[in-house]
């Protein structure tokens, strides 16, 4: 069983819709979510982390978490073109690990 | 100024050889890690330094030999290259003590092996 499950999409939102990522994880005993962007040939850029349980916003992004469900989704609100990217989920692990997803892949068409 | 940095960007070589990826990163963080990303995009971590000692050592044929001659450098050797090996290899860091415990990532080396 995988660690950390995504849904390898695409996902496919048109322009100024809302983007709706998913992901879920095995281990009960994580404390920290993060999610990461990942455009085509580069390399992962931090873009929200969570620790409670609930939403947590910055800009037109929303981390959510619900530990009973081991459920992590981000919402992307007006969504862009240039959020066209492949979305990685990390949980932590041990020593400070994190074990990533596979990753969701967005495309904003205009 | 770049914060992690990777050298080569590229790596094309044949099967057998030896070749090694050299990081840096200048934000002062204690901990350096490398990941491996193969070509169905998932990344998954390698090995960790802490202060130039080696604190996370995930199942990685011995082929893969890390160093960290200081906490802001850590460089991945590896012996007898095979077909397999072929991947981006990223190298991060974090600080030690992180609120967010996010890692920085350089941007990467793409290792061909043929």
């Known amino acids: 069983q995988k660690e950390v499950e995504q849904n390898s999409g695409p996902l496919s939102v048109p322009e100024g819709a809302i983007a709706s990522l998913n992901c879920t994880y095995s281990?009960?005993?994580?404390?920290?979510f993060f999610w990461y962007r990942q455009y085509s040939g580069k390399s992962p850029e931090l873009i929200m982390f969570?620790?409670?349980?609930g939403d947590k916003e910055d800009g037109r992004f929303t981390a959510q978490l619900n530990k009973a469900s081991q459920y992590v989704s981000l919402l992307i609100r007006d969504s862009q073109p240039s959020d066209s990217a492949t979305y990685l989920c990390?949980?932590?692990?041990?020593?400070?690990?994190?074990?990533f997803g596979a990753g969701t892949r967005l495309a904003v068409h205009p | 100024d770049t914060a992690v940095s990777q050298t080569p960007k590229y790596l094309v070589t044949q099967m057998g050889n030896d070749k090694s990826i050299k990081c840096e990163q200048n934000?002062?963080?204690?901990?350096m890690y490398w990941y491996k990303q193969d070509s169905k995009k998932f990344l998954k971590i390698m090995f960790s330094?802490?202060?130039?000692?080696?604190?996370i050592n995930e199942t990685v044929p011995n082929r893969f030999s890390p160093k960290s001659p200081d906490k802001a450098h850590l460089n991945l050797h590896i012996n007898s290259l095979e077909l397999g090996d072929s991947a981006v290899y990223f190298c991060?860091?974090?600080?030690?003590?992180?609120?967010?415990?996010?890692?920085?990532f350089g941007p990467g080396t793409r290792l061909t092996v043929l």
């Open positions: 330094y802490n202060n130039k000692e080696l604190i």
């Open positions: 990390a949980v932590s692990g041990g020593y400070n690990k994190l074990i």
């Open positions: 969570i620790y409670s349980n």
């Open positions: 991060a860091s974090s600080p030690i003590k992180s609120t967010s415990g996010g890692k920085f």
């Open positions: 934000l002062g963080h204690d901990t």
């Open positions: 281990d009960r005993g994580s404390q920290s």
